[in-house]
């Protein structure tokens, strides 16, 4: 790497520091657009029954505690085979960097390994015509009592006023630009969508019962056909 190429990066690095820093000098804005989330999962839709489940443990203990959230399992009726979806949503409170943070954050304090992750974008039909959502995907796994691993694979984004991102930095900079160019902030809140991978599961396990094993890619097609369905009703 030659002097000029390592003089361009120090100067790239200054003017992220110096824009980072930047957020944090301007002053506070009184006007606080609510995130286009809705604040409440619904219990059934299309084929979908649910139970409400609680946020315990290593979680609770970094959000802050006016963080607002809510979490449902989902079992498909018309798909018993499969395992079922936990879906959830957390709204940010007045201390946004310890209530809206990256899932990978919970994940680890958890116990999980993040084994893989990628962005990507998924076409759901609203109201108002087909959108491009963007999610981010992370497969990742845990060692169970038994010695055996089972893995996961888990999509979420953060929803905001008017924008939808699936990056912890790319929130940060619209926080930016927002404050900067229009004067308010925007509310932020994520959702997770999360299921079992079956194909992980020992088939000890599933004998017996209506499950079947299935692949990460079955697995993520369920993942998807869920969110196109239930994603409609969250967004206001």
Same mark, same amino acid.
């Given at each position: 790497?030659?002097?000029?190429?390592?003089?361009?990066?120090?100067?790239?690095?200054?003017?992220?520091?110096?824009?980072?820093?930047?957020?944090?000098?301007?002053?506070?804005?009184?006007?606080?657009?609510?995130?286009?989330?809705?604040?409440?999962?619904?219990?059934?839709?299309?084929?979908?029954?649910?139970?409400?489940?609680?946020?315990?443990?290593?979680?609770?203990?970094?959000?802050?505690?006016? #963080?607002?959230?809510?979490?449902?399992?989902?079992?498909?009726?018309?798909?018993?085979?499969?395992?079922?979806?936990?879906?959830?949503?957390?709204?940010?409170?007045?201390?946004?960097?310890?209530?809206?943070?990256?899932?990978?954050?919970?994940?680890?304090?958890?116990?999980?390994?993040?084994?893989?992750?990628?962005?990507?974008?998924?076409?759901?039909?609203?109201?108002?015509?087909?959108?491009?959502?963007?999610?981010?995907?992370?497969?990742?796994?845990?060692?169970?009592?038994?010695?055996?691993?089972?893995?996961?694979?888990?999509?979420?984004?953060?929803?905001?006023?008017?924008?939808?991102?699936?990056?912890?930095?790319?929130?940060?900079?619209?926080?930016?630009?927002?404050?900067?160019?229009?004067?308010?902030?925007?509310?932020?809140?994520? #959702? #997770?969508?999360?299921?079992?991978?079956?194909?992980?599961?020992?088939?000890?396990?599933?004998?017996?019962?209506?499950?079947?094993?299935?692949?990460?890619?079955?697995?993520?097609?369920?993942?998807?056909?869920?969110?196109?369905?239930?994603?409609?009703?969250?967004?206001?």
């Amino acid at each position: 790497m030659n002097k000029t190429t390592i003089k361009r990066l120090w100067i790239s690095l200054a003017l992220l520091l110096i824009g980072f820093c930047s957020i944090y000098a301007l002053p506070s804005s009184p006007d606080i657009k609510p995130s286009m989330l809705a604040s409440t999962l619904p219990e059934e839709f299309a084929y979908y029954n649910s139970l409400a489940k609680k946020v315990t443990g290593e979680e609770l203990k970094i959000l802050a505690k006016d #963080t607002e959230f809510e979490r449902r399992s989902y079992y498909n009726d018309d798909k018993p085979s499969f395992s079922a979806v936990d879906a959830s949503i957390v709204f940010s409170g007045k201390d946004i960097n310890n209530s809206i943070h990256r899932p990978e954050r919970c994940l680890v304090s958890q116990g999980f390994t993040i084994e893989a992750e990628r962005h990507f974008k998924l076409d759901v039909e609203l109201e108002s015509g087909s959108v491009s959502i963007p999610f981010k995907e992370l497969v990742y796994s845990i060692l169970s009592e038994n010695g055996v691993v089972h893995k996961f694979i888990q999509f979420y984004t953060f929803v905001g006023h008017d924008a939808i991102v699936s990056g912890h930095y790319h929130r940060t900079f619209v926080d930016m630009k927002d404050r900067m160019l229009g004067g308010y902030d925007q509310q932020w809140a994520y #959702t #997770t969508f999360s299921s079992l991978i079956l194909s992980s599961v020992d088939p000890e396990q599933l004998s017996g019962s209506n499950f079947k094993a299935h692949t990460i890619d079955e697995t993520r097609e369920n993942l998807e056909s869920f969110i196109k369905d239930l994603m409609p009703k969250m967004l206001k």
